[in-house]
């Protein structure tokens, strides 16, 4: 089954910035999924945070992040982006990638079939 696997989380100060990753494990592909972007903070519950679909001009952010963070995705390549911007003491979180499919985006987490492991982004001076 589709195995998917997150880099680029790290330390940051308030107002840098960090590109998160999402790559399919060697011989999938994800041109066909649905990706999306969760976020959990201790003490929270998941939040979907940004999604693109299968066409690069369907994408979803949620307010608190909209205008600050880019997703995207290279099929090529087999990865999909989360170039977060401006980054805030509250974007602190473990974050997610996961795919789905059937849908056009959704920021449920029940929409999605398979979740990469999660990369630690926190921010503080």
């Known amino acids: 089954q589709l195995q998917l696997v997150e880099s680029g989380g790290g330390l940051v100060q308030p107002g840098g910035s960090l590109r998160l990753s999402c790559a399919a494990a060697?011989?999938?592909?994800?041109?066909?999924?649905?990706i999306g972007w969760f976020r959990q903070a201790p003490g929270k519950e998941r939040e979907g945070i940004s999604c693109?679909?299968?066409?690069?001009?369907?994408?979803y952010y949620v307010r608190s992040v909209e205008g600050r963070f880019t997703i995207s995705r290279d099929n090529a390549k087999s990865t999909v982006y989360l170039q977060m911007n401006n980054l805030k003491p509250e974007d602190t979180a473990v974050y997610y990638c996961?795919?789905?499919?059937?849908?056009?985006?959704?920021?449920?987490?029940?929409?999605?079939?398979?979740w990469g492991q999660g990369t630690q982004v926190t921010v503080s001076s």
């Open positions: 693109i679909g299968i066409s690069d001009d369907e994408t």
């Open positions: 996961a795919a789905g499919s059937g849908f056009t985006i959704a920021t449920m987490a029940s929409a999605y079939d398979y």
């Open positions: 060697s011989g999938f592909t994800l041109d066909s999924y649905v």
